[in-house]
């Protein structure tokens, strides 16, 4: 199975994200954009994985996660990477919880690495991708695009669990499905 560690994303920001995407489509065309529901924040992408390993996996993090506190998220701005010039990803970015968020990705890569998977050759970067360019898109529209989303706050959310998912591959599109939930520690011992 082809699997994925994110921060599953509540309904009221996938709305005001669906909204951003309708500004961005009348502006840019060459995107394929990500449907509403799927919309997530990832931690990391681990690839084909037998289920015996997901298992792992999840024990693995589990055991990390009971010591995890639970942390707010709030979701704002937008950008492109790699950058304006030439655009492939577009995404809103996290503005509040950027620390705790960061130091949760770090534990799931640890816990990852040590039981086998590939270390990440890139810098974890939170964000929620909108779409993808296909092909060349107009940098210029896209640029004009997203200066009205740059100060825009998409909401906030609370952290208190992570899911291990499922990513199947079809014609359509994506189809994901939560394979194991696992919870951070609800607040901080005194």
């Keep these: 199975m082809r699997i994925f560690i994110a921060i599953e994303i509540n309904e009221e920001i996938r709305e005001k994200l669906a ?5 961005l489509m009348k502006a840019v065309s060459g995107v394929k954009w990500v449907e509403a529901k799927n919309f997530h924040l990832t931690l990391k992408f681990l690839g ?8 792992r996996l ?7 996660l009971a010591s995890t506190c639970g942390f707010p998220l709030r979701f704002a701005g937008a950008g492109v990477f790699p950058n304006e010039r ?14 705790p968020l960061f130091a ?10 040590n039981l086998g998977f590939e270390a990440e050759n890139r810098p974890f970067s ?7 360019a ?19 706050n998409f909401g906030d959310q609370r952290v208190d669990h992570i899911t291990i998912m499922q990513s199947t591959l079809t014609r359509a599109g994506p189809i994901y499905r939560p394979v194991h939930k696992l919870p951070l520690q609800a607040q901080e011992k005194k």
């Design 126 to 132: 939170g964000h929620l991708t909108l779409g993808r």
């Design 134 to 152: 296909r092909g060349v898109i107009s940098a210029a529209a896209l640029k004009s695009s997203l200066e009205g989303l740059s100060g825009r």
């Design 104 to 113: 949760l990705a770090q534990k799931v890569e640890a816990v990852s690495q």
């Design 19 to 23: 909204q951003a995407q309708q500004h």
């Design 58 to 64: 999840a024990n693995q993090l589990g055991g990390v």
């Design 86 to 99: 030439r655009p492939r990803v577009i995404w809103v970015g996290v503005n509040e919880g950027v620390q």
């Design 48 to 55: 084909e994985t037998d289920q015996g390993m997901v298992s």
